[in-house]
């Protein structure tokens, strides 16, 4: 019944490259906006970056612009994170989340599926 899974989590070092997968179920995530988010101890859960539907539509937070990427492909309903010049500030759990809309959002209750995280960890 695991409808979300993210992958391509690890250990690397600072200035690496990663690239995360979402394998979503089409029946959920056909319909919807997506987006990663990540959390780390003692923080609460903050958006990284969303995209609609279709794709056409992308949001980056501020502390990512520019060396993050999102992307998902339709037809194997997979979202991806491609992660480059990464910094120690980019530890975290990384989250897959499905949007209750076409199109995502920057707010957590914004999102009503979940995978359950894959951890990237960036050592200096």
């Known amino acids: 019944q695991v409808q979300l899974v993210e992958s391509g989590g690890g250990l690397v070092q600072e200035g690496a490259s990663l690239r995360l997968s979402c394998a979503a179920s089409?029946?959920?995530?056909?319909?919807?906006?997506m987006a990663w988010f990540r959390q780390t101890p003692g923080k609460e859960r903050e958006i990284v970056a969303h995209?609609?539907?279709?794709?056409?539509?992308?949001y980056y937070a501020d502390s990512v612009k520019g060396r993050f990427t999102i992307s998902r492909d339709r037809a194997s309903s997979t979202m991806f994170l491609q992660m480059n010049s990464l910094k120690v500030e980019d530890t975290a759990v990384y989250y897959c989340?499905?949007?209750?809309?076409?199109?995502?959002?920057?707010?957590?209750?914004?999102?009503?599926?979940w995978g359950q995280g894959t951890q990237v960890t960036v050592s200096s």
């Open positions: 089409k029946r959920i995530s056909g319909n919807n906006g």
């Open positions: 995209i609609s539907l279709n794709g056409g539509r992308l």
């Open positions: 989340a499905v949007a209750r809309s076409f199109y995502g959002s920057t707010e957590l209750g914004d999102y009503y599926y």
